[in-house]
């Protein structure tokens, strides 16, 4: 059966378009304008991934502490030390001691064992003949791993997520601080969780997180802060991933052939991952504070210039999605994965959610599900994603 050709972008458009019908195309227009460009009222944009590594790499110049960065947005929930909002020797330190919690290894041990009992429900159904939402799916699977993690023994995964989501939710591309009553808000929704985080602080269990933090030195409010960075980093932007790379997948006519790779060993299932990733680019954006003058491009930056760097659309600068490439026929066309971004600040979760991302789509992989039979992009969330996403074998 022949294929729409580039059914797949279609799809990828009305879900970034449903997420932010105003931001999308304003900032598509403005990346065509030029590597780097003012906006009045927004900053400095970039939609060049040579100049937005530089941004990233330039951790003096360009940082995600102080006013109109994102880490100060999270400061007031969060705390003032939980690497988000980090900079310099600290910042380093800190990320040394979490690292052995994120090695390939241990991320795939940890998402195998926490993952097998969502998995197992899931794959009954579609063996059944059932129909699994994919967006449902997820979020459970995406709290359960992040409960685990943080020691949180008696949260639902799904509650777990919600409790994320709904400090998400007051956030968009355009806030630079939360008000007052939300920081109350969101310290609110914290609360139950990071108690229980606080009991797995206090309890040092061998080999968690927390026990990580309190032996770095940390006491056990800037634990908590730190728990709860991981909760709303590590939850949504994974949940959002998987339907789309899925949906990204299927709409290609590459299901067939990924299913093959797999019987034959599972090869290609990395770089068809991070080929689908470059194209969907879970967080859209990327928030730095310029510390000193400079220039970018042929742009002038202002000392305390906020920069945005379009993700998005440096990831497809690369061009549409790369069948050859998703099937390891060809080298990536960006190797270095700047969606997880770059320098100092690269995602220390990435092993982790890649680890998770690889669990749940070789268990579909795995079951044949290969139809979606139902499916809707949500409307003006942060992160672009569907609403639900019902597949069937």
Known sequence: MTRPKRREHTWERRVQLAAHPLAYPFITVVARRGPAVRVPGVGVVVGDPELARQVLLDHEGFRKDGPGSSGALWTPVLGPAVLLNMEGEEHRRLRAALAGLFTRAQATQLCTRVLEPVLAEATERLDAGGAVDLVALTRTAAGTVIGDLLGLADAAGEEVFERGERIVRMVGLRTRKLTPSQVAKAKAVLADLTAAAGEAYDRGDPGSMMARLRAHGLDREQALGLAAAFLLTGTETVATTVP??????????????????????????????????????????????AARPGRLGATTVREGDRVVIATARCDLAAGPFDRAVALGRCPAHDPKRLWFGAGPHYCIGAPLALAEIRVLLRALLTTGAEHIVRRRAKRRVLIPTYAHLEVTT
Not at 248 to 257: E, F, K, N, T, V
Not at 260 to 270: H, Q, R
Not at 277 to 286: D, E, F
Request: net charge negative.
């Open 244 to 289: 789309r790379i899925f949906a990204l997948w299927h709409d290609s006519g590459l299901l067939p052939a990924l299913r093959a790779d797999l019987e034959s060993g599972g090869a290609a299932l990395d770089a068809a991952i991070d080929e689908a990733m470059r194209v969907i680019t879970p967080s859209p954006a990327m928030l730095r504070r």
